[in-house]
């Protein structure tokens, strides 16, 4: 069983759309997160929720919605999709104690055209 | 805010040479970990430090916690083309919920 899966692995779609990513977590975690990998491969933060609770937004734009049903999930809703969101979006998990491990999905790489 | 850097961004080695990258931080870190990412996959945990001067080894590799836990370095001995990827330092100093990664080092190694 993956620990972390998000969906769709690829996503193509044209400036202005709506997209949604999907990201469920099975390892009982409490913490999940978002990251944007750019071209240059930096990880940078954009969301963390604890037990369904938005902890980090790091001045994400408001265009990008994250929504937790539950813990085991983080979906990630984006708007008016722009070039520049074009990157590739990992969702992860971690427990907060002892080890601070995170588990990354395998990825989904957007590109808007 | 808090910042960590890597250094360096990239390095091509010969396959059997030694490989270092360090992490540094502006302020003290609660503790630091480590992630390798293949190329076209994502980061995978390598190790957590949290002791000042920690040193763990995993093989080949070295990791070392700096005695005032403002930095971190990875050693490679002798690599091998398996361990072609970009390696990450991370740490969730401050809050629990955060976890920011450095900028990362890539390494390539040929035959």
């Known amino acids: 069983d993956t620990a972390v899966s998000q969906t769709p692995k690829y996503l193509v779609t044209q400036m202005g759309n709506d997209k949604s990513i999907k990201c469920e977590q099975n390892?009982?975690?409490?913490?999940m997160y978002w990251y944007k990998q750019d071209s240059k491969k930096f990880l940078k933060i954009m969301f963390s929720?604890?037990?369904?609770?938005?902890?980090i937004n790091e001045t994400v734009p408001n265009r990008f919605s994250p929504k937790s049903p539950d813990k085991a999930h983080l979906n990630l809703h984006i708007n008016s999709l722009e070039l520049g969101d074009s990157a590739v979006y990992f969702c992860?998990?971690?427990?907060?104690?002892?080890?601070?491990?995170?588990?990354f999905g395998q990825g989904t790489r957007l590109t808007v055209v | 805010g808090q910042q960590v850097m890597q250094i360096p961004q990239y390095q091509h080695v010969q396959e059997g040479e030694d490989f270092t990258t360090y992490c540094n931080s502006s302020?003290?870190?609660?503790?630091i970990q480590w992630y390798k990412q293949r190329p076209g996959g994502h980061p995978v945990f390598l190790i957590q430090l949290v002791k000042s001067g920690e040193v763990k080894k995993q093989k080949r590799l070295t990791f070392q916690f700096g005695e005032a836990k403002k930095n971190s370095s990875l050693h490679i001995t002798a690599t091998q083309t398996t361990d072609v990827g970009t390696y990450f330092c991370a740490d969730n100093t401050g809050t629990a919920s955060k976890l920011t990664f450095g900028t990362g080092t890539r390494l390539q190694v040929t035959l």
């Open positions: 929720y604890n037990n369904k609770e938005l902890i």
């Open positions: 302020t003290t870190l609660s503790n």
């Open positions: 992860a998990s971690s427990q907060d104690w002892p080890v601070l491990e995170a588990f």
């Open positions: 390892l009982g975690h409490d913490t």
